[in-house]
């Protein structure tokens, strides 16, 4: 099948991704303008927006992520949120943030602010992968960081994992397309491609936050001796074809991939483009303006709608409380969640049992969804980075302060915020109801009453060297 040529002259414009706003009980955002200002020294203003401190760089040659089409896609996310239009729509989900009953808590107050910055970028990022005849998969809903003295500033929202690298294009059911990968020597625990009917937060209300149309998980990738693989995406059946993602034939759709590294001290991410092979001739490119005023619609639906999927399916929980565990559709493992409001002087202390999951993290957020800072904090932790009991469970313990438990998720000195919890790459029929064990609230005095016999515990210095440990092993999927 022939390349096709990116420059042919547009003819038409296809139906675009299915995205109406669904949360019609919500007080959506103000409509913003269409006049968006782009800001011709964007490059030269944008670096006040981000954090210089702590930033992570790539390896010499970009390795999996720092890629051509990363720089260039970053390049136009930084320009857009520069932009009026969505500056102001930053600040209007600021305003709704506040509005919300976690707005009037100390922890939701201190944090609206960054988070409606955070989900403002990842509302950029979705607005330029949204062209189906330019396809390039971008790395996004991540730290921070910096790509050839460029900053990019923090993108996550709605938990998102540590463990995984996410990356996403949208593909069109009237082309045709290649995703062209290699599995690195040291590949991820789960390489896991999802198709969704629309951007999460811009359809129905679910606990998955949308609709699946359909995956491919890694152990289902055939691949050649040295790692390599192709996988093709069209709207025919597979018909014989051994790696094949079927997608719908009319509108576009939501390409997502996701590297779940488990062991950030070895694996690395899967490298991969996707070509445009066939397919009717293309549009126009879309301009900053068009993007900027697309990333600001975005905003009035993904901002309420996550507020809303968080105050469903975490505030009706009662603090301090871990919800039942649940199997995940697509055969993407277990989950459960729930809240956490602590004293000062008092821990939430839970175990849980990995049951059979090659992978199982823990994670905690700020009241908002937008992960608490986890390259060099342990905000979050998984079964090779945490400390297993004698009977192979885990236990973990949040608090505001150290207590001085090696299994520790650190809120960064917050006292309240959001609990996720999965159990990834199964093997078998999982114990669903064993998965998790027990949790209490305790005085930080009493730990040591209630901690399993043999917990491992740390000193200042060995809580530093557990820190630079993961910062150095975070900073390894850059190479």
């Not at 690395?268 to 697309?294: C, F, H, K, N, Y």
């Not at 000193?459 to 975070?474: I, L, M, P, T």
């Amino acid at each position: 099948m022939k390349q096709f040529d990116k420059t042919a002259a547009r003819t038409g414009r296809r139906s675009p991704m299915r995205t109406g706003i669904a949360l019609t009980s919500i007080a959506v955002l103000a409509v913003v303008g269409s006049a968006c200002s782009t800001a011709e020294s964007a490059e030269s203003e944008e670096t006040s927006m981000v954090d210089t401190e702590n930033q992570i760089q790539p390896a010499s040659d970009g390795g999996a992520l720092a890629t051509d089409g990363q720089r260039a896609l970053e390049t136009r996310v930084r320009q857009i949120i520069a932009t009026d239009v969505v500056q102001k729509q930053i600040r209007e989900v600021q305003a709704l943030y506040e509005s919300d009953p976690q707005g009037a808590t100390p922890t939701g107050k201190a944090t609206a602010a960054a988070a409606a910055a955070s989900i403002g970028a990842a509302a950029a990022q979705y607005a330029v992968t949204e062209d189906p005849d330019r396809p390039d998969f971008m790395w996004v809903v991540t730290l921070q960081h910096e790509f050839a003295g460029l900053s990019m500033p923090n993108s996550g929202y709605g938990i998102e994992n540590p463990d995984n690298v996410y990356r996403q294009t949208t593909v069109a059911g009237d082309a045709r397309y290649e995703i062209r990968g290699r599995m690195p020597e040291q590949a991820p625990a789960e390489v896991h491609f999802e198709l969704r009917d629309s951007i999460p937060g811009t359809a129905a209300l679910t606990a998955e936050g949308g609709t699946q149309l359909g995956t491919l998980g890694g152990d289902a990738i055939a691949t050649a001796p040295d790692g390599t693989f192709v996988v093709t995406v069209d709207a025919d059946p597979a018909n014989g074809r051994a790696n094949h993602l079927q997608i719908p034939a009319d509108g576009t759709s939501l390409l997502l991939v996701r590297d779940l590294l488990n062991d950030w001290s070895s694996e690395t991410p899967s490298r991969l483009e996707i070509v445009r092979v066939d397919g009717p001739p293309v549009a126009s490119e879309p301009t900053v303006d068009q993007q900027a005023a697309r990333t600001a619609e975005l905003l009035t639906q993904i901002a309420p709608f996550w507020m809303e999927y968080f105050n469903q399916y975490y505030y009706k929980t009662p603090e301090n409380q871990i919800r039942p565990v649940r199997e995940r559709p697509g055969g993407r493992g277990l989950s459960s969640g729930g809240r956490f409001v602590l004293a000062d002087d008092e821990a939430l202390v839970f175990t849980v049992d990995p049951v059979g999951a090659k992978s199982l993290g823990v994670q905690i957020s700020d009241p908002w969804g937008v992960a608490y800072p986890y390259r060099d904090r342990t905000s979050s932790l998984n079964t090779t980075q945490a400390k297993p009991n004698a009977d192979g469970t885990f236990t973990f313990v949040i608090s505001r302060t150290d207590p001085g438990v090696y299994n520790w998720l650190d809120p960064n000195g917050n006292d309240s915020g959001m609990i996720a919890l999965r159990w990834q790459s199964l093997t078998g029929k999982p114990d669903v109801g064993a998965a998790l064990r027990n949790s209490a609230v305790v005085k930080i005095d009493d730990l040591a009453a209630i901690l399993p016999d043999g917990t491992v515990l740390v000193d200042a210095a060995g809580r530093k060297a557990q820190q630079e440990q993961r910062a150095a092993d975070f900073d390894r999927r850059l190479t």
